[in-house]
């Protein structure tokens, strides 16, 4: 069965440091997501893709973040400088869009990032 | 601002048992999703809930939709261990290209 795929699993950097999250979306999907879930919280949306450029983007996806789907697989989250409260597992998400339904949303595993 | 609220947050449950999770949200929406997460991992899909008056049940649980008074429930029937997990419900934002905002979780304990 297809699924998302995220790498790495665990990410450490330290604060200040550029990091790029990478996710291989599900083949045929053309809607990708990046969502954060800081530690015991619940899960927080960033932002949306399609197209090549984003769709939406939430209050915390300020100049720091960006995304690329740099080769027609690979779909990236760079932070530019780390913050410690940065730290917070990032999920990547993909979806096909069918006769103007949307349908649900298949997630990745998930990155972990540590910032120190 | 669209507000996503479940309750309860945590919930300990006899095996056996029967239990419903709700979930409120405060401004329209037709589409409304429930996601299983084990510790540590990723959030599996379990419903989506496309219209008012929807049902889809799978296995020991059971969810329902009410758009007009915009509350979708998650019944638990006869619990067994394997069904401890956290249950986030999740609303598409209206108007967005499927951008979910999702309720803070109930977290779910199953004790023989």
């Known amino acids: 069965e297809p699924e998302v795929t995220q790498t790495p699993s665990h990410q450490v950097t330290q604060m200040g440091q550029e990091v790029i999250l990478r996710c291989v979306p599900i083949s045929n999907h053309l809607y990708f997501y990046w969502y954060r879930q800081i530690l015991g919280q619940k899960v927080e949306f960033l932002v949306s893709?399609?197209?090549?450029?984003?769709?939406?983007k939430s209050e915390i996806f300020d100049d720091q973040f960006s995304v690329e789907r740099p080769d027609g697989s690979n779909f990236t989250l760079k932070i530019r400088s780390t913050k410690l409260e940065d730290s917070a597992m990032y999920f990547c998400?993909?979806?096909?869009?069918?006769?103007?339904?949307?349908?649900?949303?298949?997630f990745g595993p998930g990155t972990r990032l540590t910032v120190t | 601002e669209l507000k996503v609220e479940q309750n309860p947050l945590f919930l300990s449950m006899q095996e056996g048992k029967n239990y419903t999770i709700y979930c409120n949200y405060s401004?329209?929406?037709?589409?409304l999703y429930w996601y299983r997460q084990d510790p540590g991992k990723s959030l599996e899909s379990l419903f989506v809930?496309?219209?008012?008056?929807a049902v889809k049940q799978e296995g020991r649980l059971m969810a329902s939709l009410d758009t007009k008074a915009r509350l979708s429930t998650l019944h638990i029937t006869a619990a067994v261990h394997d069904l401890s997990a956290t249950y986030f419900c999740a609303v598409d934002k209206g108007g967005s290209q499927g951008n979910l905002i999702f309720g803070k979780g109930t977290k779910l304990s199953v004790k023989p």
């Open positions: 998400a993909s979806t096909l869009d069918g006769a103007g339904y949307w349908y649900e949303q298949y």
């Open positions: 809930l496309l219209s008012n008056g």
């Open positions: 893709f399609y197209n090549n450029e984003i769709s939406e």
């Open positions: 401004t329209t929406s037709d589409r």
